[in-house]
């Protein structure tokens, strides 16, 4: 089956920076887009930021300008590098995919969207 592993989480001060990276396994063949989002405690979980298979980024408002996200397509592995961050930032970070394509046996299968396909996140916890 097809799983998301997040790791690259930790505590920094205000202005530090921290980079996540986000493995999907399983018999993946194909990712249109993978998305970072985060959660924080009593709030609902957001969209951070995305990226398709040709490179074309969308980011959080409250992001822009200070996080970036990257891809590597053929080890389907998403990054996240956050810079200045700050305490609003502290949440479980996670990620996902759009237009995941697997196989299963002989048939070639796409994840639902959305799904429920979450990795255990990684905490980020920004504070002085």
């Known amino acids: 089956q097809v799983q998301f592993v997040e790791s690259g989480g930790g505590s920094v001060q205000p202005g530090g920076s921290l980079r996540l990276s986000c493995a999907a396994s399983g018999s993946i063949f194909s990712i249109y887009a993978m998305g970072w989002y985060r959660q924080a405690p009593g709030k609902e979980r957001e969209l951070v930021a995305d990226i398709t298979s040709g490179g074309t980024t969308n980011y959080a408002d409250s992001v822009k300008g200070r996080f970036t996200i990257s891809r590597d397509n053929a080890k389907n592995t998403v990054y996240l590098q956050m810079n200045s961050l700050k305490p609003e930032d502290t949440a479980v970070y996670y990620c996902?995919?759009?237009?995941?394509?697997?196989?299963?046996?002989?048939?070639?299968?796409?994840?639902?969207?959305?799904?429920?396909?979450w990795g255990q996140g990684t905490q980020v916890t920004v504070s002085s």
């Open positions: 996902n995919g759009e237009g995941v394509q697997y196989w299963s046996g002989s048939y070639a299968y796409t994840l639902p969207q959305p799904n429920d396909y």
